[in-house]
């Protein structure tokens, strides 16, 4: 059983960047199909990036946030470029053993979740 770590949150201007990191343990990560999400105040939860066999991004963050995974330290990172207000929200990464494809943003298919790491972004 998997257990992650997300950090790298915190307080930027728009425009700025940065990088959220997901540690994991206990397994190892690339075995996982792991997806960033995220939920903003009075907002539904959001998928916003995932990695499995490929990469998928949501619409709104095309083209400004890159998924990557570094086998080596079993973590999965999310850079993000080009930051706008509407990116404020909790973001947690989430890991299941499964595939998911297309489905690669419907929350209730991952076992396992992150706690969250905070990111605001200043307009």
């Known amino acids: 059983e998997v257990q992650l770590v997300e950090s790298g949150g915190g307080l930027v201007q728009a425009g700025g960047a940065l990088r959220l990191s997901c540690a994991a343990s206990g397994d190892t990560i690339g075995d996982y199909s792991v997806t960033w999400f995220r939920q903003a105040p009075g907002k539904e939860l959001e998928g916003v990036s995932s990695?499995?066999?490929?990469?998928y991004y949501a619409d709104s963050v095309k083209g400004r946030f890159t998924i990557s995974r570094d086998v080596a330290k079993n973590r999965v990172y999310l850079q993000m470029n080009t930051l706008l207000p509407e990116d404020t929200a909790v973001y947690y990464c989430?890991?299941?053993?499964?595939?998911?494809?297309?489905?690669?943003?419907?929350?209730?298919?991952?076992?396992?979740w992150g706690q969250g790491t905070q990111v605001t972004v200043s307009s």
């Open positions: 990695l499995d066999d490929s990469t």
């Open positions: 989430a890991a299941d053993p499964l595939l998911k494809a297309h489905g690669w943003a419907l929350a209730g298919l991952y076992d396992y």
